[in-house]
Every structure is written in structure tokens, then in C-alpha cells.
């Protein structure tokens, strides 16, 4: 029997097995959310009245003091019975957002592009509604495993979303389904839009100079941020560095060296870091991006790959004097990422 | 511990004549190794040099400050300074019209409604002078002038240069804290008094004109509600009942946020992990501000309590009229609340902390100096979030009734 969970003035139904965060952004109901994995703390909310289960909640993101303090993970925890929380990083700024959906999609195409890298279309049934950078779980046939996958995609593209998927070594997702068993014509159940790596709705968009460094797979965001970017304000000037191990790792450079061709603000710079090609900068691409970026006062910087990469552009951003609150970055960790170590800083 | 062995424990604890060595210059330096040992055998005991009993550990202070059996009273330099009736040293009904004066402007509410509008606009007018120089010292660019401003504008000194302010509260810091006594109770060094003495003609050459304004044309500013808030139509406070708290802002008030931001600096530089996360994620700095308030408290030994009775405490027994100074740096110390606490950490257990005092003498404007604070230091990483210690300079610390760092510089690639 379903609970309700109460924040502010909305009321949302939620099961007994469903994560707080689940019900309240598929019942529309805005909450910072970002790994959905209970690793960053971003759903971290106050239980003012009923009781919660924790389930999943790893003991470093939410400490037993906080669990007695009332504190809970949106994204773990599960009512117990009627339940009313309140969300402190939302303070009043419950806001209408993408509603999560479950969806069921056609493999429509499944395509090598580089080494251990493949790019997968799905068609769905109906168009799904997210923003640029932001990404789905897919459900991992008849194991019940939750998958995330960054959308490729810009926001008019809502009915073949193309995901980039790498290759992890015995990998439950990657191995054995996605460069195994997946054939075209196949149905996949997935759920989304989740997350909070994504651009501004366009009102909010104020339209100042990014830098995005990307490391292997975790490009495919950006193939939606910069073009999303790109479409709003054509002279946006940009910078996307692509980090991956060697020339074989690359993909989808002809179509990013055409449109910074095609748009005189938009950089793109592949990054090699273990096997240098000649047409190709050498090194890690935070480093590249601290060579080329004399400040970047007033920039915003976006980030998605291995955590060490992530943490190095953190570092590359502030050594350039980004503004911290501007640095945005992927949360989850792609199980795909986590083996590339192609941009690994 | 058995019944016979605790006589001796006592006769050992009373023997303090160790404390006879200890001088001003010696507390002022560095007071944190004679406190360590007075809270370990003295929680309450009689410093010379101070010609006072002092409360050292946190048990100690905070029963002391919230007692039936105590009141306020100011330190004896510190009445010299300021002159009564000063805020911080009064009781009953001067002390209650006195709070009621003050508290309207620092309420939680009110504080909101203007604080980010006030302060924002000043850390980015000092940050704009130095940002992209790549190398500053903060404490005299920075966090002093921010701390003065924000609360020079709000008091109506909006034509008193940030400058100015600094020096008066330097100057009024020395005197109030010239605490040294000679055997026979009088001031060792009455000579110390003088600064603070010509401050104060300063201030009130200046302060007089304005109060003579707004006696006549009220504004919005702070002391213009002093005079007004509360009296019957027609009629003000008297200026001569409002200076000595006058003088309690332009010393304590005007000095402490300062005094806060720059040893939370301090305390993260000391930790550059928890550095980089506060600088990463600004919703942390509350609780660096707190921990570095604990760290580092400003306000380290400048208040006191006298007993209005005869009243045993910590094992000593005090006639009424005994003045204690409650030395609330050594509190937040208190090895019996907090684990390792020289160490800035950023990330200990939040416990409350004595740096705003307690009892119905605590600060008056604790929220509204967490918050200039904050804002302050938003603003800093905001512009530079690639600040580094200056590791050719030391660090140094002053202060035995006020602390902080003296300087504090840094460089950062422009």
C-alpha cells in the first residue's frame, strides 16, 4: 500500500519499495537530485514527521548521527508510513521540472565508433521531455540492473535518444548485454530524466563563455549541452576538450570539428594521453585546458568522466578563477567510466 | 578517586604559584599554554597579573555566565575604556533598556531583509582593489575593512573612512585590554590608556555632529534609532548614556567578524583538503566560520561576571563582589568537549561553542556577524578561488582579551 509523502505544500503517493525522490519527481514535484546512487548527498533531506528506510543509504553519505538527526537520502530511502520531510537545498524553490517516466524504447541502431566504444540508438514510443545533459537508466534485461547513461541528445531530439556506451570487461551492462547479446528491433524498459548536469532552461541561460572537458564516453552530454548551447546563441564561445587514451578511443570528431567549423565560437580539442597521434594535442585535458585558458573569471565549467579527471578540472577551472558555484559536474559514476582511465588526471 | 587521597589531590591543585611568572606580554602572545594548565589544575583560579579570578574551562564559564549568583560587570581596563553605562558591564534595567536599544536592528528578520544588499556590494568594492593583483594580506585589505564597513554603514558612519575605523578599534583593542594590575590592585601601565583616550575625543569630534543631526532629522541608521526607539515624542537618550556602548561597537563589533574570517582563513589554510572543499561548495562555510569562531575565538577573554553573593564554585569559595573573567578562547579548548582542539577541523562533531558568550549578556549580534562573515568569505572564494597562503610570510596571533592573525598574506595566479 502506498504512503504519501508530504514537502511543503505538496502531497505526493509513494510504495513501500519506491525511493522518496522517485515519487516526488514522477508526480512532478522538483528536488535537487544528482547521482541517484546515494554516493553525493545532493537529496539529502529532513524527516519532520513519520519514518523512513534508509535501504541502500551508504554510511558515508548520510553518518548515523544524521539518520538520528532525521536526515535522509531521497533517492535510498523508502516511507515506512505517512510521511512529511522537508528538503533544506530546496528552501521554497520546489519548482515544476522534467517528470521522471518509465518508458519502454526500440534498439534502432547499435554502431562501433571507437575502440571498446559503441553508440546506441533508441526509438522511443512517445517523446520524452528532459534538458540537455541530462540522463536515463536503462534496465538491463532479465537481470533487474539499473543502468545510467548520459543522453547525447539535444531537447528536440525526444524520440531516438543516442547513448554512448563503453565496453567494461565482464561488465553485467556493458559485456555481456550492450556489446553482447543486444540486437536492433529489441525492446529496452528504461527511466528518466534524472539528474542535475544539464543547461538552464533557456530564460535562465545568460549566455557566458564554457568550458566543457569531457573524458571517454562521458562526451555524450555534451554532444547535447553544446549543441543545445550552440542553437541558442550561434556566436557562444565554447571550448570542448575530448580526453581519451589514444587516437583509436576518439569518436564523433568529424562531427564536432564541423560544427566548430560552422560556429566561430566553439573549440574542439581532442586529447590524447597515453598514445599521442600526431594531429593530436598530447596529455590530460584539464592540463590542456590550463594551457589554453588564460582566465576564465565569469566562465562556466562543465565536467563529465572519470572522478580523477573531474577532480582535476575542478582544480584546472579554479586555478582559472571560475567561480565555483559555476562548475558543474556529472555525479554518477558511469561503471564504464570508472575503467576508461583514458582522461584520467 | 578514594576519600583520603582527595585532600592531597586539593592541596595540590591550590599550589598556583606558577601563576606569579605570568605576564601580559606573555598571555597576549600566546595565552593557549598557560590555560591548558590552569583548566587542567584550576578551572577557577586567581591570575596576579590580571588581579582577577578567571574562569578557564567550559563548565566553568558557562555556569558562571548563566548563574542567579552572577552578574555583568566590565573589567576594570575596560571601564577605564569605555565608562559606564557600557552594555557589556551592566544589569537590571539600564542593561534591559540597553538590549532593547540595540536588539531591533539584530533580529533574525530584520538582518535578512538587508544583509546580502549591505555587505555583498562592500566585499566586492575591497575585493575590486586587490583581485587582480595575484598577492594581498588579507586581514588589512580584506576582512577588517569588510568587517568595519558593513557595520560602519549600518550605525550611520557612512562618511567615517574604513580606515578610521580600523584605527579606532585597534586603538580602543589596546586600551581595553592594558589589563595588567600591580600588587597594590592599581593599573601597571596607566600610560595605555592614553590611545584609547585620544580615540575616543576622536570619535566623539566626529560622532557628536551627527548625533546632534539626528536629534533633530531621525534617519535609519542604528544610532539615530538609539536616541529615538522607545522614548517619549520630543525626547532622545542622552548621548552620555549611549557612548560607552557606542564604544562597545566601535571596539567589539567593529573588530570581530574581522577578527572571525581571518582566523577561519587561518584554520582552513591549515587544512588545504578542507580548504578546497569549502571553497567548492560555499553552503559549507557556516560551519567553517563556526569551527574557526571556536578555533580561534575574537572575543577570547574580554568579559566578566561579580558575584552578587557569597557563592562556591569549581572548589573555590568566592565572596560576593568577586569579579571572574570568563576567558571563553580557552573554553572552546576544553579537551573535556573537544578532541584535539588546536587542531582547525572543519569536520568535528558541531558542538556549541562559547565564542558569542552566554547567558543574557551573550552577544547581541551573533546573527548578524555570522552573516557578514559569510557573506565576506562567499565573496572571496567567489573571486578568487585560487587563494593560497603566502608560505614566505608566518602567520602570527595576538591577543589575550581580542585574538586573531595580525596578517595574513596570500598570492593566487591572476
Known amino acids: 500500500m502506498a504512503h504519501t509523502v508530504t514537502v511543503g505544500d505538496r502531497r505526493v503517493e509513494c510504495a513501500p519499495d519506491q525511493s522518496l525522490l522517485d515519487a516526488f519527481l514522477r508526480a512532478g514535484v522538483w528536488m535537487p537530485n544528482s547521482c541517484n546512487q546515494g554516493t553525493c548527498g545532493t537529496c539529502k533531506l529532513r524527516v519532520l514527521d513519520g519514518e523512513v528506510d534508509h535501504r541502500g543509504s551508504p554510511a558515508d553519505t548520510l553518518p548515523d548521527e544524521e539518520r538520528q538527526a532525521g536526515m535522509a537520502l531521497a533517492c535510498q530511502a523508502s516511507p515506512r508510513c505517512d510521511t512529511v520531510v522537508s528538503s533544506p537545498t530546496a528552501s521554497g524553490a520546489v519548482r515544476g521540472t522534467h517528470a521522471l517516466r518509465d518508458l519502454v524504447a526500440t534498439v534502432l541502431d547499435v554502431e562501433d565508433v571507437a575502440r571498446d566504444t559503441r553508440r546506441l540508438l533508441l526509438g522511443l514510443d512517445e517523446p520524452l521531455a528532459f534538458s540537455a545533459g541530462q540522463y536515463v537508466e536503462l534496465v538491463v534485461p532479465g537481470s533487474g540492473v539499473r543502468r545510467q547513461y548520459s543522453l547525447a541528445n539535444t531537447p528536440e531530439e525526444d524520440k531516438v535518444l543516442e547513448l554512448h556506451v563503453r565496453r567494461v570487461p565482464g561488465g553485467v551492462a556493458s559485456d555481456a548485454w550492450l556489446f553482447g547479446s543486444v540486437a536492433v528491433g529489441d525492446r529496452v524498459e528504461l527511466t528518466g530524466p534524472l539528474g542535475d548536469f544539464h543547461l538552464p532552461d533557456a530564460a535562465d541561460d545568460e549566455g557566458e563563455p564554457m568550458a566543457c572537458i569531457a573524458g571517454g564516453t562521458g562526451l555524450a552530454p555534451f554532444l547535447g549541452i553544446v549543441r543545445t548551447a550552440l542553437q541558442r546563441r550561434p556566436d557562444r564561445e565554447i571550448v570542448l576538450y575530448h580526453g581519451v587514451r589514444g587516437a583509436e578511443d576518439l569518436y564523433d570528431v568529424d562531427r564536432l570539428t564541423e560544427l566548430a567549423a560552422a560556429s566561430p565560437g566553439f573549440r574542439f580539442v581532442p586529447v590524447l594521453s597515453d598514445q599521442p597521434a600526431p594531429s593530436c594535442r598530447a596529455g590530460f585535458p584539464t592540463d590542456a585546458f590550463v594551457e589554453d585558458v588564460p582566465s576564465a573569471r565569469g566562465w562556466s565549467g562543465w565536467l563529465c568522466g572519470p572522478p580523477a579527471m573531474v577532480e582535476a578540472g575542478v582544480k584546472a577551472f579554479k586555478r582559472r578563477r571560475m567561480a565555483p558555484r559555476q562548475v558543474h559536474r556529472e555525479k554518477f559514476t558511469p561503471a564504464d567510466a570508472l575503467d576508461t582511465g583514458a582522461a584520467g588526471a | ?414
Open chain 2, 1 to 414: 578517586m578514594t576519600i583520603t587521597e582527595q585532600p592531597a589531590a586539593a592541596t595540590e591543585q591550590r599550589d598556583l604559584s606558577w601563576l606569579d611568572a605570568v605576564t601580559m606580554t606573555e598571555l597576549e602572545r600566546d595565552p593557549y599554554p598557560v590555560y591548558e594548565r590552569l583548566r587542567r589544575e584550576a578551572p577557577l583560579a586567581f591570575v596576579p597579573v590580571l588581579g582577577s579570578y578567571v574562569a578557564s574551562t567550559a563548565e566553568v564559564c558557562r555556569s558562571i555566565a548563566t548563574s542567579p549568583d552572577f552578574e555583568a560587570v566590565i573589567t576594570p581596563a575596560g571601564g577605564r575604556t569605555f565608562g559606564h553605562p557600557a552594555i557589556i558591564g551592566v544589569n537590571g534595567d539600564v542593561h534591559a533598556d540597553l538590549r532593547s536599544m540595540v536588539e531591533p536592528a539584530l533580529q533574525p528578520v530584520e538582518v535578512d531583509r538587508w544583509i546580502d544588499d549591505l555587505v555583498r556590494p562592500i566585499a566586492r568594492g575591497f575585493l575590486e582593489q586587490f583581485e587582480d593583483d595575484g598577492h594581498a594580506e588579507l586581514v588589512a585589505q580584506y576582512c577588517e575593512p569588510v568587517s568595519v564597513r558593513a557595520l560602519g554603514d549600518l550605525l550611520g558612519l557612512k562618511d567615517v573612512s574604513s580606515d578610521q575605523l580600523r584605527d579606532w578599534f585597534h586603538k580602543l583593542n589596546r586600551s581595553f585590554t592594558n589589563a595588567a594590575m600591580d600588587e597594590n590592585g592599581e593599573f601597571a601601565h596607566p600610560e595605555g590608556f592614553a590611545e584609547g583616550d585620544a580615540a575616543k575625543a576622536e570619535i566623539r569630534s566626529i560622532v557628536d555632529p551627527l548625533i546632534d543631526r539626528w536629534i533633530v532629522e531621525p534617519d535609519d541608521s542604528a544610532i539615530s534609532h538609539w536616541l529615538h526607539d522607545g522614548m517619549p515624542p520630543g525626547r532622545t537618550r542622552d548621548r552620555e548614556y549611549i557612548y560607552p556602548t557606542i564604544y562597545v561597537y566601535l571596539l567589539g563589533a567593529m573588530q570581530e567578524p574581522g577578527h572571525g574570517m581571518a582566523s577561519t582563513l587561518v584554520g582552513l589554510f591549515s587544512r588545504p583538503e578542507q580548504m578546497e572543499e569549502v571553497v567548492d561548495d560555499p553552503t559549507l562555510i557556516p560551519r567553517a566560520i563556526s569551527e574557526g569562531m571556536r578555533w580561534t575565538s575574537p572575543i577570547w577573554s574580554a568579559t566578566a561576571r561579580i558575584s552578587t553573593t557569597p557563592v562556591t564554585v569549581a572548589g573555590v569559595d568566592l565572596p560576593a563582589g568577586t569579579p571572574v573573567i570568563l576567558s571563553y578562547g580557552s573554553a572552546n579548548h576544553d579537551t573535556g568537549l573537544y578532541e584535539a582542539p588546536t587542531a582547525y577541523d572543519l569536520h568535528r562533531p558541531p558542538l556549541p561553542h562559547l565564542a558569542f558568550g552566554a547567558g543574557n549578556h551573550a552577544c547581541a549580534g551573533i546573527y548578524f556577524a555570522n552573516h557578514v562573515m559569510r557573506i565576506g568569505l562567499e565573496e572571496l572564494f567567489e573571486s578568487i578561488p585560487n587563494l593560497e597562503r603566502d608560505t614566505r610570510e608566518g602567520v602570527e596571533f595576538w591577543g589575550w582579551g581580542f585574538r586573531g592573525p595580525t596578517t595574513l598574506h596570500v598570492t593566487w595566479e591572476v
